[in-house]
């Protein structure tokens, strides 16, 4: 194949460069690994795509507690470029593209995944107004206010960018398994 470098190995073809399709797929992977999978339309799960569809009170109460600082932290920290790169980089299976193909995706997903805040916080919002009741966010209101839900409020944004990097490891192999099972290409071992 030109512009492929192909050798035999003892698992099968290691492909050093892939093509077009082959850096498709695992976008598309990293996206469905980073969490942006959906349920489908007739899941009792969707959440309405319109404001109108929500309760008032409860989407006054989401609004209020998205409003928090721990809920802003964590909007910004799943937000930071650098924090997207890195989860994109620890979710990328070694050995399915060029060095430069992986910076290049690294880079523009971060570049992208960081462009949508404002869409994916109008989405909390609804989420949060779908989910809970209005007398559950006024709650969940009142608990931060104490001492206690103060200091679990403020951990909250580290313990989710902590999660997903301790699980990183997980979601790539597992990315490593389907490229493999869809396209035949095994990562080259690492060195």
Same mark, same amino acid.
Not at 36 to 53: K, Q, R
Not at 162 to 172: N, Q, V, W, Y
């Given at each position: 194949?030109?512009?492929?470098?192909?050798?035999? +190995?003892?698992?099968?073809?290691?492909?050093?460069?892939?093509?077009?399709?082959?850096?498709?797929?695992?976008?598309?992977?990293? !996206?469905?690994?980073?969490?942006?999978?959906?349920?489908?339309? &007739?899941?009792?799960? %969707?959440?309405?795509? @319109?404001?109108?569809?929500? =309760?008032? /009170?409860?989407?006054?109460?989401?609004?209020?507690?998205?409003?928090?600082?721990?809920?802003?932290?964590?909007? @910004?920290?799943?937000? &930071?470029?650098?924090?997207?790169?890195?989860?994109?980089?620890? *979710? !990328?299976?070694?050995?399915?593209? @060029?060095?430069?193909?992986?910076?290049?995706?690294? !880079?523009?997903?971060?570049?992208?995944? +960081? =462009?949508? /805040?404002?869409?994916? =916080?109008? #989405? @909390?919002?609804? %989420?949060?107004?779908?989910?809970? #009741?209005?007398?559950?966010?006024?709650?969940?209101?009142?608990?931060?206010?104490?001492? *206690?839900?103060?200091?679990?409020?403020?951990?909250?944004?580290?313990?989710? %960018?902590?999660? /997903?990097?301790?699980?990183? +490891?997980?979601?790539? =192999?597992?990315?490593?398994?389907?490229?493999?099972?869809?396209?035949?290409? /095994?990562? *080259?071992?690492?060195?």
């Amino acid at each position: 194949m030109e512009g492929h470098a192909m050798k035999n +190995s003892p698992g099968g073809y290691v492909i050093a460069r892939p093509g077009r399709a082959c850096a498709f797929l695992c976008m598309a992977a990293v !996206l469905f690994v980073a969490g942006f999978a959906g349920a489908s339309e &007739d899941s009792p799960h %969707v959440v309405p795509l @319109t404001m109108e569809e929500l =309760d008032p /009170k409860a989407l006054d109460a989401a609004r209020r507690y998205f409003a928090m600082p721990s809920m802003q932290g964590l909007s @910004t920290a799943k937000h &930071d470029p650098r924090v997207i790169a890195r989860r994109v980089e620890n *979710a !990328l299976p070694e050995g399915i593209m @060029t060095d430069n193909q992986r910076e290049d995706l690294i !880079l523009l997903a971060a570049e992208e995944l +960081s =462009d949508v /805040k404002e869409e994916y =916080d109008a #989405t @909390t919002i609804r %989420v949060l107004a779908h989910v809970y #009741t209005a007398e559950e966010l006024e709650a969940l209101i009142a608990f931060e206010q104490t001492e *206690a839900g103060r200091r679990i409020a403020e951990k909250r944004p580290i313990y989710s %960018v902590l999660i /997903k990097e301790a699980t990183a +490891s997980l979601r790539r =192999d597992a990315l490593q398994r389907i490229i493999e099972r869809v396209t035949g290409i /095994k990562a *080259a071992p690492e060195q």
